[in-house]
């Protein structure tokens, strides 16, 4: 097997060329995303299955949030129903537990979720942190985000970010609802409170979680653990069905909020 010889110059040339294609092409997206865990790209999933222009962006080189744990580092999380019907629809193999409840493999998780949301059109760029949200003023919405590379963040560089335009930003950063706390502390007349998480209680917390996934403030939308945050919810440790859940309950919300628009 004889290996094709491609110039260095070229190399650097393509990548290049096809990298700012892309980003040209998100700097006016319809839905960005924060944060690849689990409820990020479930709703990257159906966003972008639905038709709409959705960039996620993740800090790490890498996806999956606090999939890849586990249970302090064991590889299988546990997913209860009805989360495992969109598992089954994604080809995620369920190992039954008791009725209703079914043990995952978190790299199996990972991947496959990744791989739905990336085929269903979703555009995933890693080594990017949202530094802030754009605002537009009457009315007062959020309406995109600025990004720098996560490497000039930890080198403690000062760099001006660049902007990305969208309808709807969803945080699904987390425990700390990165994007959120920016917005809230940026812009007070949003009036939008963050009274913190609560400590472990999962038997409730995970109904709890989608209840209060959805619209924070017009265009901006939270996900995942970023509801504990500014719900002042109980965690829940390594069950995920309420994660994968909110993904697409913010998914089904932010698409009846567009087409509405």
């Not at 479930?42 to 949030?65: I, N, P, Q």
């Not at 994604?90 to 991947?111: N, P």
Request: aromatic share 6%; with cysteine; glycine share 10%.
């Amino acid at each position: 097997m004889k290996v094709k010889q491609v110039d260095e110059g070229k190399i650097s040339k393509y990548i290049l060329k096809f990298t700012f294609e892309d980003w040209e092409n998100i700097i006016d997206s319809d839905v960005i995303i924060v944060g690849a865990g689990p409820s990020g790209m479930t709703a990257a999933y159906y966003l972008a299955k639905a038709g709409l222009k959705t960039v996620l962006f993740e800090r790490r080189l890498s996806f999956g949030g606090g999939i890849g744990g586990g249970a302090m580092l064991f590889h299988k999380i546990i997913i209860e129903s009805p989360a495992d019907e969109i598992l089954k629809e994604l080809g995620i193999r369920l190992v039954k537990a008791e009725e209703d409840v079914y043990a995952v493999d978190t790299a199996e998780f990972m991947a496959k979720l990744a791989s739905s949301a990336i085929d269903a059109g979703a555009k995933f760029i890693h080594g990017i942190t949202v530094d802030d949200v754009i605002f537009r003023e009457e009315p007062l919405k959020v309406a995109g985000v600025a990004v720098e590379w996560t490497a000039t963040q930890m080198s403690s560089l000062h760099v001006d970010p660049i902007f990305i335009s969208a309808k709807a930003v969803v945080d699904a950063t987390g425990h700390d609802a990165e994007v959120i706390s920016v917005a809230s502390r940026k812009l007070p007349e949003l009036e939008i409170s963050i009274p913190g998480e609560k400590s472990a209680y999962s038997e409730v917390a995970e109904q709890q979680v989608v209840d209060g996934t959805g619209k924070v403030a017009p265009g901006l939308y939270a996900a995942g653990m970023a509801v504990c945050e500014i719900k002042g919810l109980p965690r829940m440790g390594p069950i995920f069905g309420a994660m994968v859940l909110s993904g697409k309950k913010v998914a089904d919300e932010i698409i009846n909020d567009i087409r509405k628009s």
